[in-house]
Structure formats: C-alpha cells, structure tokens
C-alpha cells in the first residue's frame, strides 16, 4: 500500500530484489506475499490484484483511497481492497522508535475461498476498510509471520494462511470497525444492500472457477438468478469496471503468475489463463504490463538469481 524505504535492522538484511521491487513490474499482481520496512509517501496512486492487510508501528498513516482521506492508526490490523487506487499521503510519528509497516498481500483468488469470513468479503469488494481492534493482531503476530513468510517452507506458508483465516473469523464474532464505508452508491442515490454485494461475490468466484474456460456475461450473471442486465450492472458498480475488463484482468494476474512461477510454455499459459488466441493475450499482455510474456518471465529470472 504505501511506498518502498529500506529498514536498518534485522528484518530487512538478505531480503531478495524481487521481492524490493514487488510492484516494479505491474500495477495488477496476483502471488502472495509480505513486505516489512519502512513507509515513505508515494509519488501516485496505484492498485494492484490483492487484498492486502497493513500494520503500522511507530506512526499513524493519511491515505487518499479513491479520492478519500483515510487516517490509519498504529498497531491496528488494517485490510482493504487493493484493486481501490490507493496513495500514502502522510507518515505521522509517534515515538521515538522509526516507523515500520507490514504489508500482507493475499490474491483475491485466495481470500474469496477463504471459509466463514462473508460478510468481510463482502466488505472489502464494496471498497470498505476495515480496522480489526487492537486485541485481534499484535505486532508479535505479525513478526512470527514474517518470519515463517521468510522460511519459504511450504508447511509454514499453509499455517500462517490458516492462522490468518481464523483470527479473520473471531474478529467477526464482534463488530468489526471501518476506516472507509464499505457500501457502494447507486446513481440513483440508492445504496447496494450486502446482499447485492454477495451476488457480486458469486459473480467473482464463478469467474475464478471457470477462468481457464469461455465466458460469457450471461453463464456469469446466472448464477445471481437476476435478469443479466440488473446483473452486470451491480457487478460493474461494486468492483468500479465492466465485467469483460474484470475477466481480462484476472486472466492477465494468472498469466503472469505462471510466468513467473513455473516454467511452462507461453501456449500452455495462454490456455490455462483462458485466453482465445496467443495473439489476444500477447496484445492484452503488453498493454497491461509494458512487456512481452518473454520479458516478463526473463526480467522475473534475473531478479531472482541476484
């Protein structure tokens, strides 16, 4: 969410330069990952494909999200939208001890499959922040994460993720406070209700399900059981675009995820991203990330091994 400094203690030594220069190649990116170091002001706006969750220490935060000024507190488990475009604004200190920002970015993917948190889900999507009290997440926490995150160890990844969903869920038990109003106006100057806001969910996840298949805006918004029109409608209010650059998006975040994650051939990810033709992804492919899927996958390879 915010802006990149470098830490002088312990946490930052030996961090690798992909992982410094996680935003550098895209303003849409769909792995997990987690950031620790030091907020300074961004430049611009950006969004990207995650839903992240922030935790600040030493400071307080000014925000504009979407043209609206949010104040972030300190030791506060922070979780948004991040596909909202966001902008640090102000790092406020509050002690002595230099500020320190966590940064946890889960893929939307992963954070809709997420068990018993719908009405979170449901939340977030409709562009609200949420601030989860004090007592649901410390900075300890959030060290130990860090630290299994580091471990690269698979088993450690699967318990944080699990650890995650769970303090997720009790903060639910309790109302859970938010730093921006999650709920979406209408150009008639109603307000979608959350269970609008859930059908949009479905619409998400029916697209995540079946992204590697044609889609069509009709098989989408059936799901809803509302006429198709009504339908995409409330999907394009909610989630700020049409459902057809949504689709295109979300395939664009997988495509770039198997390029950079494994080494299968640019035929194989144009078919499992869902892509018509090799032409279409490679036009869609440049314009969204300013390179060529070889580029891409080269540029991600020599990061790694630096």
């Known amino acids: 969410m915010a802006g990149r400094g470098d830490l002088d203690d312990a946490p930052l030594k030996g961090v690798p330069s992909h992982e410094r220069h996680f935003y550098a190649l895209s303003s849409a990116i769909g792995r997990f990952g987690m950031r620790l170091f030091v907020p300074t002001v961004m430049a611009s706006p950006h969004w990207h494909g995650h839903v992240e969750g922030n935790f600040v220490t030493g400071a307080r935060l000014v925000y504009d999200v979407d043209g609206d000024r949010v104040d972030v507190p300190e030791n506060r488990l922070i979780l948004f939208w991040a596909g909202l475009p966001h902008q ?3 790092v406020i200190p509050t002690g002595d001890a230099p500020p320190r920002l966590a ?17 979170l889900q449901v939340s977030l999507l409709g562009g609200a922040m949420a601030a989860l009290p004090e007592e649901a997440c410390s900075a300890e926490r959030i ?7 580091r471990a690269n160890e698979y088993e450690r990844l699967e318990i944080m993720k699990m650890e995650f969903n769970a303090l997720l869920r009790r903060a639910l038990l ?15 100057g109603r307000i979608l209700s959350s269970v609008h806001i859930q059908h949009v969910v479905a619409m998400v996840k029916h697209i995540l399900e079946h992204l590697s298949e044609p889609l069509s805006n009709a098989d989408v918004a059936a799901v809803t059981g509302f006429h198709q029109n009504y339908a995409l409608s409330l999907f394009s209010r909610t989630m700020r ?15 770039r995820a198997l390029l950079m994650g494994s080494s299968m051939a640019i035929s194989q990810v144009v ?31 020599q990061m790694e091994l630096r």
């Open 88 to 90: 640090l604004r102000e």
């Open 103 to 119: 940064n946890i970015y889960l893929p939307l993917d992963s954070f809709l499959y997420m068990p018993h948190i719908a009405r």
């Open 143 to 149: 060290e130990g994460w860090y630290k299994d995150y």
């Open 174 to 188: 309790d109302d859970v406070p938010y730093l921006r109003d999650g709920l979406v106006e209408m150009d008639e």
């Open 241 to 255: 675009m049409p459902m057809k650059r949504f689709i295109i998006r979300m395939r664009l975040l997988r495509a």
């Open 271 to 301: 078919e499992q991203s869902g892509f018509t033709s090799t032409s279409q992804f490679y036009q869609h492919f440049k314009t969204a990330y300013g390179l060529s899927p070889h580029q891409m996958r080269a540029r991600y390879t």
